[in-house]
């Protein structure tokens, strides 16, 4: 026998039984055996849970697919119910690594049983096992501890009063253990861990939160626990989810997934209240049909309009991909009659460089996306696509594209033109002998079903192509790019008023030259003014192009409108966009920018900019036909200016001015003051003098939103729109976000109008428990678009260290 005080021993290698005490090679590791517990804790606040979401991840493309296994579709987040968890490092011991143990005593006898008392310690590899007293007896291949018991293994730590573990035997219990996890920061306790076998363990009596001890203000508790870690399957029995003592959700029985497979199963529900559909509930069912197709499920009850069922498809293959969804409402009580939607994409690719395409999305009425739409993008929809056709690239040079595209467009849009079909042919290249090239062929019949008033359009066939050839000289501090355009096209049309022509045919060239310089300088007056060094830059530019005069009146306006003027379309060589029209061009405009710069950083903190165009001749062709030309020469004067030389104050404006008349046509306003984390206050003013492309009607609109804090843990956050015309309220967004140690409470009303010209509100309620789960309807994303500079409160953050699993 021998004595030791106070000592620390490294065990030979070859004392393989001392060596396997926490897992030989082939074995799974304690903490790996452990690890369900985690996950069934930090993956249940329902009766079941899929690992996968209600709205479905997007399909990887197909060069991220391996070509000679079978691909299986992506994992998906459920929401925040089953929070996602690293696999466990590699550290199963194997018989080269070796044993320490260490003790204020250590005895033993031969190979037979070590005695390890006052501060006990037996460390291998990953795996590190504390208390007062430990002893292992390696004729039962039996591990025993007594006495502040500590286990650490992969991150998860494990403390309790004794532990006893038979090594080989995958068999052990610890009595009344409290656990905690690196990687979620949540912690809980149990009766009692019963490890059956490798791949069989039973927990007793559990409960897990990520609360602090003193403050745990929400927790979750099973009465009992089974883990398959083989089939990566749990199940649970009596399982509740307490919130300030209040169980809100319980199961008799659920199984829950091990593991970031994706499992069938009940997903997270989506609930809210609406002015159009009262209380709204959604409860998805997912289920996994194979690694590479799945199905969702996700009935919904309104309790104004009745039950409505929806589905969504996903499959993926080597050489092709796809996802239908539909919804179908039978008999809405509202309407008294069935209403659905379905939409339906599909890529296949026949051949390297070409892919196949169906895109088909349609509802049954007018009134679908507004009573149906849960955000504003989806109720303000009122366009359908119904698309098919085949895309193939030759190389970077060559592009194709056949395709048929039709529409559904709802009241009180009118109908648009559709493509039946369309072949279009695209080369371009780039530095050839210092040329760039571009070549665009097309050929399109269009059509258009009657309009709201149950007229016909002109419809016909249309054919053009456009060669054109520029020869870019960039130098340093300059630059001049000449470039020349022709545009050939021939119509043959149909429904053509009387005396109209049903044949046409158009030629046109362009020629353009775009020129500018860069100057700068360093401005010691700005340096002085705010302590850092700035660089100025002063950036003139000249753009002329020239495009005869072609007589267009008789034409339809098939895919053409006029663009939008600004900065873009000011240096743009037609000012409209499509090609149905080609706008005479005898015009020069001119620009000039600065900016500022820091030197140290490179950071724009200023740019201004003006500009003006010149027409020479006066324009003749109009989006309406032919115009005559007007006296005018000079256009709207454009002003735009961003700054953010003030500390958390950004300012960014654009200013559309009329000399002739003096009056601002447009301008934008937009202030932002972000002083801190989740601390913007943003105002912003819009207006548009009245044309006839807006019936006369001006627009002039004022808008405040921000996210304040009220308290250290109450947040404030709103939006308000409000139109100076109408003097009304357009859109309203009020709600507040509150942020404890372990959870966060959101709460959102917002009213918005629909383009039917009613109005829609919606009440917005979640709680989400910090590395657990999310319950409610998540309003973040309606936040987000009508707040910028929203910060939601983030989960509990654990920042990994390589200390993170040293015991």
């Not at 873009?568 to 149905?580: A, K, L, R, V």
């Not at 003749?620 to 700054?643: E, H, M």
């Not at 003013?685 to 308290?711: C, H, K, M």
Request: proline fraction near 6%; hydrophobic fraction near 35%; include cysteine.
């Amino acid at each position: 026998m021998t004595v030791l005080n106070r000592t620390r021993k490294r065990l030979p290698r070859h004392s393989a039984r001392l060596s396997g005490t926490f897992g030989k090679s082939g074995h799974v590791p304690l903490a790996l055996r452990l690890r369900p517990l985690l996950l069934a804790m930090a993956g249940l606040s329902m009766p079941l849970f899929a690992q996968t979401a209600s709205t479905l991840a997007p399909f990887p493309t197909e060069q991220d697919q391996p070509r000679k296994t079978t691909p299986a579709l992506p994992a998906v987040d459920a929401g925040g119910l089953v929070p996602r968890l690293a696999e466990p490092k590699s550290s199963r011991n194997d018989d080269s690594q070796p044993t320490f143990v260490s003790a204020d005593k250590m005895t033993g006898i031969g190979e037979q049983e070590i005695q390890l008392e006052g501060h006990g310690e037996v460390r291998r590899g990953g795996s590190v096992v504390k208390g007062d007293r430990l002893i292992y007896n390696q004729d039962r291949d039996e591990a025993t501890a007594h006495g502040n018991v500590r286990l650490s293994r992969d991150g998860a730590l494990f403390v309790g009063p004794q532990a006893r573990y038979r090594v080989d035997a995958s068999e052990g219990t610890m009595q009344t253990p409290n656990y905690y996890f690196q990687q979620t920061g949540g912690s809980g306790r149990a009766d009692r861990i019963d490890f059956l076998d490798a791949d069989h363990a039973s927990v007793q009596n559990a409960t897990y939160t990520t609360c602090t001890p003193d403050n745990a203000d929400w927790y979750f508790r099973a009465s009992r626990l089974d883990f398959d870690t083989g089939r990566q399957v749990g199940t649970g029995y009596n399982g509740s989810l307490h919130f300030f003592g209040v169980p809100i959700l319980a199961a008799p029985v659920f199984s829950f997934p091990l593991s970031d497979e994706r499992r069938s199963g009940v997903l997270a529900p989506v609930f809210g209240f609406g002015s159009r559909n009262g209380i709204d509930l959604t409860v998805p069912y997912y289920f996994n049909l194979a690694p590479n197709r799945d199905l969702t499920l996700y009935p919904r009850l309104m309790s104004r309009r009745g039950a409505q069922l929806g589905a969504e498809f996903r499959y993926l293959g080597n050489d092709y991909s796809g996802q239908w969804r539909g919804e179908f409402l039978p008999n809405d009580r509202q309407l008294d009659r069935d209403r659905w939607s379905y939409s339906i994409q599909h890529q296949h690719n026949l051949l390297p460089g070409m892919q196949a395409y169906v895109n088909l999305n349609r509802v049954s009425d007018a009134r679908y996306p507004d009573d149906m739409g849960r955000t504003l993008s989806m109720a303000s929809q009122r366009q359908y696509t119904q698309e098919g056709g085949v895309r193939y690239n030759i190389g970077d040079d060559w592009a194709v594209l056949a395709r048929v595209q039709k529409f559904q467009v709802l009241p009180p849009s009118q109908p648009s033109y559709e493509r039946e079909p369309q072949l279009n042919v695209r080369y371009t290249k780039y530095d050839l002998g210092g040329f760039d090239i571009s070549v665009e062929s097309d050929y399109t019949r269009f059509t258009k079903p009657l309009d709201l008033n149950l007229l016909r359009s002109p419809e016909g066939e249309r054919m053009f192509i456009q060669p054109s050839i520029s020869y870019p000289i960039v130098r340093a501090g300059w630059f001049v790019t000449p470039k020349a355009t022709f545009n050939a096209a021939s119509y043959r049309l149909d429904h053509m008023p009387v005396g109209a022509p049903r044949d046409i045919t158009r030629t046109v060239p362009t020629f353009s030259i775009d020129s500018g310089m860069t100057f700068e300088r360093d401005a010691p007056v700005v340096s002085r003014l705010f302590g850092r060094n700035f660089i100025q830059t002063l950036e003139p530019r000249l753009f002329y192009v020239y495009t005869p005069f072609r007589e267009q009146s008789q034409i339809p306006l098939f895919d053409t409108a006029e663009s939008d003027f600004g900065m873009g379309q000011i240096f743009s060589e037609n000012p409209f966009t499509g090609y149905d029209r080609i706008a005479d061009n005898n015009k020069v405009t001119v620009g000039v920018t600065t900016r500022l710069i820091e030197a140290e950083t490179g950071i724009e903190r200023f740019r201004g900019t003006i500009a003006q165009r010149v027409d020479l001749n006066g324009q003749r062709v109009s989006i309406a036909g032919t115009a005559v030309p007007s006296d005018q020469k000079y256009s709207d004067l454009l002003l735009g200016a961003t700054v953010q030389l003030f500390r958390n104050y950004y300012f960014d404006t654009g200013i559309q001015y009329n000399r002739e008349i003096e009056r601002v046509i447009r301008s934008n306003i937009a202030l932002a003051w972000k002083p801190g984390p989740r601390q913007v206050v943003n105002v912003g003013y819009r207006y548009r003098r009245g044309t006839t492309v807006l019936d006369n009607n001006a627009l002039e609109q004022f808008e405040l939103s921000g996210q304040w804090p009220i308290t250290q843990r109450l947040y404030g956050i709103g939006r308000v729109n409000y139109d100076m015309n109408q003097r009304t309220m357009t859109d309203t967004l009020a709600g507040f976000e509150y942020d404890a140690d372990c959870w966060v409470g959101r709460v959102a009303y917002q009213r918005y109008r629909n383009t039917a010209g009613s109005s829609t509100s919606q009440i917005f309620a979640q709680i989400e428990f910090k590395g657990f789960s999310k319950i409610g309807n998540n309003p973040i994303d309606v936040i987000k678009l009508n707040v910028p500079g929203y910060q939601p409160v983030p989960a509990r953050q654990v920042t990994p260290s390589i200390l993170d699993q040293y015991e």
